[in-house]
């Protein structure tokens, strides 16, 4: 099979950026895992979409307020209620969608928060050096000991009941140090190039440097580590959620997974135990495998390709 | 000698790391909204005990004095008491820190064994059934919702099946029962961790498989494996005494990365399964607002963390003989 | 009979873009006790004829056509089990890039005992550990590092090292491939010369692999120059290096200053080594020879003979 190089020979002027992503995204097409990732992330999405129909058709839908009339209870699924009722007759599929809606916010925000803040302090670190570097790597191995979830429950133990926005924050800021790592050693390597020490001969100062001619090289390793961060944050929020420290006020799949074992449930209602817990599974396992697809769409070495001599 | 050097220096590295969140402890609990007094102080003791104690902990004082007794405490085990059970904190820390070790351990040995095991077979047979079966049972396990995964191992096993208890840790009829010795005693926790440690090995092992299938796959392009091969060493002896023992090296460096992982995942294990360990500890007393309790829980916890740390960069310095000359 | 007699021998690669003829026919003898010392550039087959002789080939690798035949017995229709047997024992390998040959997790001394062990159960391990002993001596390295790790070892000490371990189970041939392109001028020059005396100490056969003519050239008796899978010229020592004949030979030779100088790696021949996935049907050295007639690119060239035991498969010789 020829490689796809045509592409690229066709248009010098083009972008950088915009050849290698075409490059990449012909590898990520031949890559299964990659496929059935996006895929199953692309039916959260439509979830998380879909999560304003249910309210929006009636109100005995709301995930949080709704009231069937006929039924108060937990009960099974039946035509109105295609995944049943929970405990205060609220209707579970409605729930459900809206969970994904708070699993990609939460995800979303927490990644692109922790991506912010590794990516400017593993760029500084990295150029400034020294005091600075050690200082920030430092601080960086102290955070990655300590175990996030335990972390939130104990602040929240000292400021009480956390909002969500709040609960984001906390996890961004102790997941930036894995970003840092990396991109720490990125900038390092980058910062022996030419161009670079071109820009300090013509009197850019380190700001300048740092955010607008080392950044846009780093980037695009810092959004394939998103993938990964956008997992752990989902699961830390459901895990909160799920022991009763999330945020009341928002319905997660972690929250409904509460709601189930709390009240006594658990034994008798699969059709509330089961979905959320398959919903968060499923995510982690589709951004996993587009995480792993994209692994090997950024490092050449990890491509199956045969070996010649 | 580098390996006593080395262990020298992590050792110090982790007692400063220690130092620091005992420092951050105590400016969260001292500087947090609300009054420190009723943080540390259980409102339902008598005056003069509450005075005693706010001397003892020295709550009245400026900062910087209420640091160092803080430390003066904290060397003294004087942890407060909790007010949830009203013992001091130390002693119930100390009471659960053996189940939570117990637990936690067993696990970690336990999946890291597998998943080296399974990973090395899984990597042998490459592209066959085998691998494939292997790879994904290791992906979908892995990803799977902790707490959900308990939840539903419990209502299959426990609750369907009845083969399991639900939860706990000891059956109180076996404790109690004076006749009984060290081994039906033991046996008896045995039963009881095996819901709670399936859990926690069927979520871990996965990572460790696919680590060693990838480190093994790559071990086996090594020049030092053709040798083997030249050599004419047959393929069984090359895989297993040449290939595994480099091949599992990172391994152990990542069960040292995913500690803080675990620990959750620990915690949240022994929530569901009621398990009396630090991390449920942790869990009840913070919705309890037991502060004194929740702080020392916590403290114990990144203890924990950072001397597994420690055991796991040892090992790995064991076994590699690039760090240890 | 000669000890190893390599006839037509063909091998290629199964690559994704294509089938690539790595070595296209090639035949060579070599007696008990000579040296026969391959030459050529990166990528000319040379490495691949000393894999396919230990039956080391990679998975997407195969031999096509020919026969190598180890004192009589043609080892490609061997069974894995009796290859297994041969290798080390009869025939073994110095690899290229010693520097990663030996296994970082176990200690040298018993790597090199464990060759011995395989092939003779009947040795006791610390009768294994005397030989190994014998061996440190032969090649000098100082006993005190029999119980070291490879990494504590040096550049030159690795390779001998590496050379003791070929020479565990005395074999009758051994092939030597770059064994000294990672190290210092100096160092190479003794670990030559070592190389040398075990030969003579041992009536060793080898074949020497190099890209570098005048290493060959000191250390073997016949040469034979590779050129894009080809045995484009082979003969004894002098012959060769004296009046050479092909045309790739004369460039090789001409491209290296004699007595004193610098050495140079890179041997600066204009144009590039054809597509080994498609191969011209002529000569495959045509488009950058220095005189091509009309129907070297047409005709594949034939060998010729230019002096007893010298030939050169060329059309214009």
Not at chain 1, 216 to 227: D, E, G, H
Request: with cysteine; proline share 6%.
């Amino acid at each position: 099979m020829v490689s796809k190089q045509n592409e690229n020979s066709m248009g010098p002027e083009r972008h950088p950026w915009v050849s290698s992503f075409l490059e990449g995204w012909s590898i990520f097409r031949q890559n299964l895992l990659g496929k059935i990732g996006l895929t199953l992330l692309v039916m959260f999405a439509l979830m998380a979409l879909c999560s304003y129909i249910p309210p929006w058709i009636s109100p005995i839908y709301d995930p949080m307020t709704g009231v069937d009339p006929d039924i108060t209870s937990c009960s099974g699924p039946c035509l109105r209620h295609w995944l049943g009722t929970d405990f205060m007759g609220r209707d579970i599929l409605s729930q459900l969608l809206a969970g994904a809606r708070i699993a990609f916010m939460v995800g979303i925000s927490a990644a692109v928060m922790s991506i912010v803040l590794g990516v400017s302090i593993g760029m500084t670190a990295g150029y400034m050096g020294r005091f600075i570097d050690t200082l920030l790597m430092r601080l960086a191995d102290m955070i990655m000991v300590m175990p996030t979830l335990l972390v939130v429950l104990l602040l929240s133990a000292v400021f009480g009941q956390l909002n969500i926005w709040t609960i984001v924050l906390i996890i961004a800021l102790f997941r930036w140090p894995g970003v840092s790592r990396i991109i720490r050693g990125q900038t390092l390597s980058l910062k022996q190039r030419p161009f670079i020490e071109a820009a300090k001969v013509a009197g850019a100062s380190h700001f300048r440097i740092i955010f607008i001619h080392i950044m846009p090289n780093v980037l695009p390793l810092a959004f394939l580590f998103m993938t990964f961060r956008v997992t752990s944050a989902i699961i830390t929020e459901a895990a909160l959620a799920f022991l009763g420290f999330g945020d009341p006020g928002t319905v997660s799949w972690g929250m409904m997974l509460q709601w189930v074992w709390k009240t006594g449930h658990m034994f008798q209602a699969p059709y509330w135990l089961l979905p959320p817990g398959i919903c968060i599974s499923l995510i982690t396992l589709s951004f996993y495998m587009l995480g792993r697809a994209m692994d090997e769409v950024l490092d050449p070495r990890l491509r199956k390709e045969d070996q010649t001599d | 000698m580098e390996l006593r050097k080395y262990i020298t220096k992590r050792i110090i590295q982790i007692i400063i790391i220690f130092f620091v969140i005992l420092t951050v402890l105590f400016l969260l609990f001292r500087l947090a909204p609300g009054d420190p007094v009723s943080m540390m102080v259980d409102p339902d003791m008598t005056q003069e005990d509450a005075e005693m104690l706010i001397v003892q902990l020295g709550l009245e004082q400026p900062l910087g004095m209420q640091y160092l007794i803080y430390l003066k405490n904290f060397f003294t085990g004087h942890f407060g008491f909790s007010f949830h059970y009203g013992d001091p904190v130390v002693d119930i820390i100390w009471d659960r820190l053996p189940n939570t070790v117990l637990l936690f351990t067993t696990s970690i040995i336990l999946s890291a064994l597998v998943g080296v095991f399974l990973g090395k077979i899984a990597s042998w047979h490459k592209g066959k059934k085998v691998d494939s079966i292997m790879t994904i049972g290791a992906l979908v396990t892995h990803t799977v919702f902790l707490p959900w995964l308990a939840l539903i191992l419990i209502w299959i096993f426990a609750y369907k099946f009845g083969w399991f208890p639900i939860n706990g840790m000891i059956s109180e009829e076996v404790w109690l029962d004076p006749e009984a010795g060290f081994i039906s005693r033991a046996l008896d926790v045995m039963y009881h961790m095996v819901l709670p440690l399936s859990t926690l090995f069927l979520i871990h092992f996965g990572a460790y498989l696919l680590i060693m299938r990838s480190s093994m796959l790559e071990t086996l392009k090594e020049d030092y494996i053709l040798t083997a091969r030249a050599k004419g060493l047959e393929e069984k002896v090359i895989r297993d005494h040449h290939a595994a023992p480099n091949a599992a090296l990172p391994v152990v460096t990542s069960v040292g990365l995913s500690l803080a992982f675990s620990i959750n995942g620990g915690a949240l294990t022994e929530t569901v399964f009621t398990w009396p360990g630090i991390g449920r500890e942790l869990v009840s007393s913070v919705s309890q607002n037991d502060y004194p309790l929740a702080q020392a829980c916590f403290l114990m916890i990144a203890g924990v963390v950072l001397i597994s740390n420690l055991v796991v960069d040892v090992l790995y310095a064991y076994l590699d003989p690039r760090i240890r000359y | 009979m000669a000890l190893l007699e390599v006839d037509n021998l063909s091998i290629g690669y199964n690559t994704k873009k294509g089938y690539l003829k790595a070595v296209e026919k090639v035949s060579f003898d070599l007696e008990a006790g000579a040296s026969l010392g391959f030459v050529g550039e990166s990528g000319c087959g040379k490495t691949t004829i000393g894999m396919a002789l230990m039956g080391l080939l990679p998975p997407n690798g195969s031999v096509k056509e020919g026969r190598i035949l180890f004192e009589g017995k043609n080892t490609l229709e061997m069974t894995d089990e009796e290859l297994r047997k041969i290798r080390w024992r009869e025939m073994a390998m110095i690899f290229q890039a010693a520097m990663n040959a030996l296994n970082p997790v176990q200690r040298v001394g018993n790597q090199i005992a464990e060759a011995i062990l395989v092939h003779d159960p009947s040795v006791e391990k610390d009768q294994a550990m005397d030989q190994v002993e014998n061996l440190f001596r032969l090649v000098g390295i100082p006993l005190d590092r029999l119980r070291d790790y490879p990494h504590q070892y040096s550049g030159g000490m690795k390779q001998r090292a590496v050379i003791a371990m070929a020479l565990a189970c005395r074999p009758k041939l051994i092939i030597a491939d770059e064994p000294t392109t990672a190290l210092d001028v100096i160092v190479q020059d003794q670990i030559l010369g070592e190389i040398k005396e075990l030969q003579k100490e041992f009536d060793l056969s080898i074949i020497f692999i190099s890209h570098d003519i005048s290493i060959v050239a000191h250390m073997c008796d016949h040469i034979g120059v590779m050129y894009a899978g080809q045995l484009v010229e082979c003969g004894p020592r002098e012959g060769v290096f004296e009046s050479p004949a092909h045309p790739y030979t004369k460039a090789l030779l001409s491209s290296f200053p004699t007595v004193t100088g610098k050495r140079s790696d890179l041997i600066p021949i204009p144009g590039e080594t054809p597509n080994l996935v498609v191969p011209p049907h002529g000569c495959r050295f045509c488009d950058r020879c220095s005189g091509p007639e009309a129907s070297c690119s047409t005709e594949p060239p034939q060998w010729v003979e230019i002096a007893p035991g010298h030939r050169a498969l060329c059309c214009r010789c």
